[in-house]
């Protein structure tokens, strides 16, 4: 059995998940989904976050703002 993987940005509204793209399947393929949910940018407040405890200072400066706008390019923002 081959297993053809494509990564595939989707939105989910009233119950569904509605692909940006459209999909070549068939009427009624199944298909597996793996959800990975992308960041909210409005929830990550790195200033807030550095200033919380001596530990989130700590991963503040091991790179958090570094990933999180490696995530920004990679979604094309």
Same mark, same amino acid.
């Not at 119950?15 to 597996?32: I, K, M, N, Y």
């Not at 405890?53 to 923002?77: I, K, M, P």
């Given at each position: 059995? /081959?297993?053809? +993987? %494509? =990564?595939?940005? #989707?939105?989910?509204?009233?119950? !569904? =998940?509605?692909?940006? /793209?459209?999909? #070549? =399947?068939?009427?009624?393929?199944? *298909?597996?989904?793996? *959800? +990975? %949910? @992308?960041?909210?940018?409005?929830?990550? &407040?790195? #200033?807030r976050?550095s @200033?919380?405890?001596?530990?989130? #200072?700590? =991963? /503040?400066? $091991?790179?958090?703002? &570094?990933?999180?706008?490696? !995530?920004? $390019?990679?979604?094309?923002?």
């Amino acid at each position: 059995m /081959t297993l053809r +993987v %494509r =990564l595939i940005e #989707a939105q989910y509204e009233g119950g !569904l =998940l509605r692909p940006s /793209t459209p999909l #070549a =399947l068939r009427p009624g393929e199944r *298909v597996g989904l793996i *959800v +990975v %949910r @992308k960041p909210d940018p409005s929830r990550w &407040d790195f #200033a807030r976050l550095s @200033k919380s405890s001596a530990e989130d #200072a700590a =991963l /503040t400066e $091991q790179g958090l703002e &570094d990933w999180a706008a490696s !995530l920004d $390019q990679e979604d094309g923002r």
